[in-house]
């Protein structure tokens, strides 16, 4: 089915807007944007002007969320929340995250001033990669209220605080109990590129995300012993890089090894750092995801493991830390179905889907019904320059958004969510 040529319009522009976001940005020639940087407040204030002419009301809340309310057509009508993530990994492509927000932005555009049973509310994720502080999602953790005092006191690489980022940015940390979820939010539902090569392979546009894969995030401080490299026996060194490395070949090898698991080791450094002293250190991370809790805990474990086996047989210590443990969560059965109808109704199968990648709606899941709709990534790529999306599928993700609310707006079972909201 063809999208009308005003739908395909408003999709350029959406596409136009990414890669206009995606100037702002803390490295001059790449994509990098982390949680309340200055070109944070750039994107807030492009992003406000366009809202500005759909007659939203837009606030930053305190933990640097911007936020826009669109009124329903009665002013106690319940919410239904709409966003996604504005911050990006270093090196980043100009639309995981921010495509969500941007055709959340234009969805309020197509309705046109029209108003429906529910209010809806945008939400422009401050923080979701886990880039700044080494743990991700403090933009929708503010919103279930789990942004708690450990997570405030962790710093970044300068030594600043979550708080003190917060201060700067001229919020006020008192102020976060109010950037929680009202009781009367009927639902979250995000768009989002797939940043996987399924959709694309299988030939569809659009897919309903029915759950998000269970990831552990953790990192690895191997402890050998510095020695000059002219001097010392290979069989007396206690060689810290290549304990890590013989580490990392193995955690490859046992992911290859387990179907549905993947593994990555996306960050190594070493102290002291010369070429000609062996490593006394080397810190390394894991990220590891399956969508089984029940597989995803044990394999994990298992790479623990092997990390203490190769650091004891090779003379030397280890120190870990666990950053995220985040189990696996369903969507909404009742949003998933909306959103397969909506899809059907632009003209496309829908294709149900486990989200190997971690959302802003795992999080906002556990206090309110969310789901989430992927557009298929051209090549897979995401997490790079190189990720991309088309035209035709972002015209196609607007009109399943505008089916996806009529549909809402006349479904009996949220005519009863908006009754008990
Ligand atoms: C988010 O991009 C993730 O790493 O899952
Ligand atoms: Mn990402
Ligand atoms: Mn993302």
Redesign the pocket.
């Known amino acids: 089915m063809s999208t009308t040529a005003n739908t395909i319009a408003r999709a350029e522009e959406v596409i136009t807007r990414c890669k206009l976001l995606a100037a702002f940005s803390e490295d001059a020639g790449s994509i990098r944007r982390t949680f309340l940087s200055p070109p944070m407040r750039d994107c807030h204030s492009e992003i406000t002007k366009w809202l500005a002419v759909t007659g939203a009301v837009v606030t930053v809340d305190a933990a640097g969320n911007l936020r826009a309310l669109y009124p329903g057509a009665r002013s106690d009508a319940p919410r239904l929340l709409l966003g996604s993530h504005l911050d990006t ?1 270093p090196n980043a492509g100009a639309y ?1 995250g921010i495509l969500g927000v941007v055709i959340a932005v234009a969805l309020l555009e197509s309705l046109e001033k029209r108003h429906l049973p529910f209010a809806i509310e945008v939400v422009a994720f401050s923080e ?2 886990g880039v700044r502080f080494g743990f ?1 999602f403090i933009g929708s953790r503010a919103l279930v209220g789990s942004l708690d005092e450990e997570l405030l006191n962790r710093h970044d690489s300068d030594g600043i605080t979550v708080r003190a980022a917060i201060e700067k940015f001229g919020l006020n940390p008192a102020d976060l109990p109010r950037t929680a979820l009202r009781d009367d939010t009927l639902a979250y539902l995000e768009f989002h590129i797939e ?1 996987g090569p399924i959709l694309e392979s299988i030939g569809r546009p659009l897919g309903a995300v029915d759950a998000i894969a269970a ?1 552990r995030r953790m990192e690895f401080v191997f402890l050998g012993r510095a020695n000059h490299a002219g001097t010392t026996p290979m069989h007396l060194r206690h060689d810290a890089i290549a304990a890590a490395a013989e580490w990392i070949v193995a955690v490859e090898h046992a992911a290859q090894s387990h179907p549905g698991l993947v593994a990555t080791v996306g960050q190594i450094s070493a102290k002291p750092g010369a070429t000609n002293v062996i490593a006394a250190e080397a810190r390394v991370t894991l ?1 590891v995801r399956h969508k089984s809790d029940d597989i995803l805990g044990p394999a994990a474990d298992s790479l623990v493991r092997m990390a203490h086996d190769i650091a004891e047989r090779r003379g030397l210590s280890l120190r870990q830390n666990i950053l995220l443990s985040q189990r696996a969560v369903a969507m909404d059965p009742f949003l998933v179905e909306q959103i397969q109808e909506a899809i059907r109704s632009t003209g496309f199968q829908p294709h149900r889907m486990t989200s190997g ?3 802003d709606a795992m999080v906002l899941a556990e206090k309110v019904p969310a789901a989430m709709i992927f557009l298929r990534s051209p090549g897979g790529i995401s ?1 790079d320059p190189a990720e991309s999306v088309l035209t035709e599928d972002v015209a196609n993700a607007l009109e399943c958004g505008l089916h996806l609310f009529d549909q809402l707006a006349n479904s009996s079972e949220l005519q009863k969510r908006m009754s008990r909201a």
């Open positions: 990994v995981d979701e990669e991700p940043q990831q990220d990648a971690g959302h997490h």
